[in-house]
T-cell receptor, first 117, second 111 residues
Framework: DTGVSQNPRHKITKRGQNVTFRCDPI?????LYWYRQTLGQGPEFLTY????????KSRLLSDRFSAERPKGSFSTLEIQRTEQGDSAMYLC???FGGGRNTNEKLFFGSGTQLSVL | AQTVTQSQPEMSVQEAETVTLSCTYD???????LFWYKQPPSRQMILVIR??????QNATENRFSVNFQKAAKSFSLKISDSQLGDAAMYFC????????FGKGTKLSVKP
C-alpha cells in the first residue's frame, strides 16, 4: 500500500492526557497537511509542511497542539492536556507541489479518530 | 482572508439524473485554485475536480464538470448520469495559500 498512512486509527484517552498521532505520507511527496474534522463539518485546516519546514499554522490552533516533520518524511501531531473539545477525526494529507498556493491534488489518509472522555 | 460557503446541507438525485451542488468562494486575491473533494462513508477524501481561477474554461472530468463564475464567486459542481457510488459528502475547497473547505453537502442517490 503506497497511500498515506495514519496511526493509530482510533484513540481513546482521558481528559488531561497527552496524545500523539503519526502520519506517513506518500514517499515522494514534499508537502504534508493536517486537518481536523468533526461530525457534520468540513475538514478544518490545522497546519502544513513543505519538506521539514512548517510553513503555515492555523490561528485556531491552540498552543497545546504541536506538529513536527523531522527530515521531511513522516509527521507527528501531539495534543497536550487533551480536552473533550479535541474529540474529532484528525486527517493527514500529502502532495507534491510548489508555489505559494496549494494547487495540486491532495492524497488523504483514513484519519485518526480521537475520543476524549 | 478566504471563506468557502456551501449552502446546501443535503441534496438528493435519482440515479442517471443530473444534480448540481453549489459553492461560493470569497477572496480578495486573484490567484487561487478551487477544488471539489468527495468523502464516502470510509471518510477518505478523494479529489473530484480542480479549477484554476485564471482559466476561463470550466474544468470537466468525465461525468463531473464545474461552472465557475469568477465575478459571482460561484463554483458549482454538476454530476451527470448520477450513479449509486456518487453518494457521499462533497466538499468545496479554495486555495489561497493553504486549502480550506466548506461544510459540505451530503448527496444521496436514489435507485
Amino acid at each position: 500500500d503506497t497511500g498515506v498512512s495514519q496511526n493509530p486509527r482510533h484513540k481513546i484517552t482521558k481528559r488531561g492526557q497527552n496524545v500523539t498521532f503519526r502520519c506517513d505520507p506518500i514517499s515522494e511527496h514534499n508537502r504534508l497537511y493536517w486537518y481536523r474534522q468533526t461530525l457534520g463539518q468540513g475538514p478544518e485546516f490545522l497546519t502544513y509542511f513543505q519538506n521539514e519546514a512548517q510553513l503555515e499554522k492555523s490561528r485556531l490552533l491552540s498552543d497545546r497542539f504541536s506538529a513536527e516533520r523531522p527530515k521531511g518524511s513522516f509527521s507527528t501531531l501531539e495534543i497536550q492536556r487533551t480536552e473533550q473539545g479535541d474529540s474529532a477525526m484528525y486527517l493527514c494529507a500529502s502532495s507534491f507541489g510548489g508555489g505559494r498556493n496549494t494547487n495540486e491534488k491532495l492524497f488523504f489518509g483514513s484519519g485518526t479518530q480521537l475520543s476524549v472522555l | 482572508a478566504q471563506t468557502v460557503t456551501q449552502s446546501q446541507p443535503e441534496m438528493s438525485v435519482q440515479e442517471a439524473e443530473t444534480v448540481t451542488l453549489s459553492c461560493t468562494y470569497d477572496t480578495s486575491e486573484s490567484d487561487y485554485y478551487l477544488f471539489w473533494y468527495k468523502q464516502p462513508p470510509s471518510r477518505q477524501m478523494i479529489l473530484v475536480i480542480r479549477q484554476e481561477a485564471y482559466k476561463q474554461q470550466n474544468a470537466t472530468e468525465n461525468r463531473f464538470s464545474v461552472n465557475f463564475q469568477k465575478a459571482a464567486k460561484s463554483f458549482s459542481l454538476k454530476i451527470s448520469d448520477s450513479q449509486l457510488g456518487d453518494a457521499a459528502m462533497y466538499f468545496c475547497g479554495g486555495s489561497q495559500g493553504n486549502l480550506i473547505f466548506g461544510k459540505g453537502t451530503k448527496l444521496s442517490v436514489k435507485p
